[in-house]
């Protein structure tokens, strides 16, 4: 059974930083990319980064310059670091895996239960 577990979320002041992790386990990732996903309330599922097998990296615009994903293989774990944190990054933070161009898209294969970050100004 795959399971893939966020934490790292929290409370934080705008400008502070927050570093997200995401365990993943059950099956071998080794060929599958690794994404980091958003939602806020009352508003769509949103890309924020991805990580290919490869570490090709990709990001929603808004994040560029701010947010940066990594991921070591050997422990099945991808990361997100965030910083210059805004009140907009407000959102459920979700870890995801499938295709580098398809989460791109909105498209991915499986996906964490989530963790809460809230920027207060």
């Known amino acids: 059974q795959v399971q893939m577990v966020e934490s790292g979320g929290g409370l934080v002041q705008a400008g502070g930083s927050l570093r997200l992790s995401c365990a993943a386990s059950?099956?071998?990732?080794?060929?599958?990319?690794m994404a980091w996903f958003r939602q806020a309330p009352g508003k769509e599922r949103e890309f924020v980064a991805a990580i290919s097998s490869s570490g090709r990296t990709a990001y929603e615009d808004s994040v560029k310059g701010r947010f940066t994903i990594s991921e070591d293989s050997a422990k099945s774990t991808v990361y997100l670091q965030m910083n210059s944190l805004k009140p907009e990054d407000t959102a459920v933070y979700y870890c995801t895996a499938g295709g580098f161009a398809a989460m791109q898209q909105g498209k991915y294969d499986y996906r964490g239960q989530g963790t809460q970050v809230t920027v207060s100004s």
């Open positions: 059950g099956r071998t990732f080794i060929n599958y990319s």
